[in-house]
């Protein structure tokens, strides 16, 4: 009996939410999918700060699969790493020997704006094994936006095939009966993701202040919870559900008309880029209001499926958007959620799976189990 084939995912953190659509192709080809973490320094300090055997037993694995890749060959690694990460000294001569794919949703890539400093004593040799990765080093590049990928091949002399790689909705979760319908209700807010300065969690606050008839939901975690806890009592329209389970988060957009993501640029000019949250919640049949950034004007066609929201004007514009939603025509706000409905089908794992697979098959006969 032949064994599987197998595909490793070597991620700094092992994000399993950007891969749904791999695994997908992996699932419907026999393909073991395999994830790895490169971050070992961090393994260790979380190993430390919880005391958790399990960490360690990762930890091992993760060492061991590095070590692996010293002494075998013909290994399909997808390697997901931010843009002038240090361990690139290590992949990039690990790549003559093995079959490496690129995959990143960073769209800056002229070294303005950088997640990992590019700016020490080894920087030289990172950039020039970042330049030599992925101009002769890499079989494909993966890349989650159409940005993405446009800077990426504007950045570098990229020799090998690109594929815009979505990040992808698993509809069995996500999908199922959207709350699509609507009958003239007060609608209903919902902010998803991170609980950070940059995601806009104060102005929301602001905007549930002034219209304390309109409910206003959170999920998620982050140094900004205890704030939203503190500086939203008093406030009875608010509900904070913290850090949920993929299937809860489901059940909560259920209950849901309307996604702010109302994010600011950061430090180096940082921007929203393809979120996950974003796809699934239109999936689910919530109108999205969304800073005019990267990833969301990449995503909703304005005033069609959603609306993409002026960054100087980030209250105001809610502000103004919730009221006109709130006095619209039902059958207007059933069109724009059928819209939004619509337009995340082609998020789904099945046809990000394909994309994965135009490139990757060709190297899978090759390959080392």
């Not at 800073?291 to 209250?315: R, V, W």
Request: some cysteine; overall charge positive.
């Amino acid at each position: 009996m032949m064994s599987k084939k197998k595909i490793y995912v070597c991620h700094e953190t092992g994000n399993k939410n950007h891969y749904i659509g791999l695994e997908a192709y992996c699932d419907a080809n026999e393909i073991y999918c395999c994830y790895r973490e490169f971050a070992l320094f961090y393994q260790i300090k979380m190993i430390v700060k919880t005391g958790k055997l399990s960490l360690l037993l990762k930890l091992f694995v993760n060492v061991g699969f590095l070590i692996s890749l010293l002494i075998s060959k013909n290994k399909i690694v997808v390697l997901g790493a931010a843009p002038y990460d240090w361990s690139m000294l290590i992949f990039y001569p690990m790549s003559s020997k093995h079959m490496f794919f690129y995959h990143s949703s960073w769209v800056n890539w002229d070294g303005s704006c950088v997640p990992k400093s590019a700016d020490h004593f080894l920087s030289k040799r990172v950039k020039a094994s970042w330049r030599s990765f992925l101009e002769c080093g890499v079989k494909g590049v993966f890349c989650v936006s159409k940005r993405t990928q446009s800077e990426i091949l504007k950045a570098y002399h990229v020799n090998s095939p690109t594929s815009v790689v979505n990040h992808s909705l698993d509809r069995n979760i996500f999908g199922r009966e959207s709350r699509v319908n609507h009958s003239g209700d007060l609608l209903k807010c919902l902010y998803v993701g991170r609980i950070v300065e940059k995601k806009g969690i104060a102005e929301i606050l602001s905007l549930a202040s002034r219209l304390p008839h309109i409910e206003f939901g959170f999920v998620g975690n982050g140094d900004k919870l205890e704030y939203l806890k503190i500086n939203s009592k008093g406030l009875s329209n608010i509900k904070i559900y913290g850090h949920q389970v993929k299937s809860k988060v489901a059940d909560i957009m259920r209950k849901y008309d309307i996604l702010l993501l109302p994010s600011k640029k950061g430090y180096g000019a940082w921007q929203e880029l393809f979120g996950i949250a974003l796809i699934e919640a239109m999936s689910m049949g919530l109108i999205p209001l969304a800073s005019n950034h990267f990833g969301p004007n990449e995503i909703i066609t304005d005033g069609f499926d959603g609306y993409l929201i002026d960054e100087k004007k980030l209250e105001s514009e809610m502000y103004e958007k919730i009221l006109f939603l709130q006095n619209a025509e039902p059958t207007l706000i059933t069109d724009i959620k059928q819209n939004a409905v619509l337009a995340s089908l082609q998020y789904d794992k099945s046809a990000i799976a394909i994309k994965w697979g135009l490139i990757l098959q060709k190297y899978l006969k090759g390959s080392d189990v």
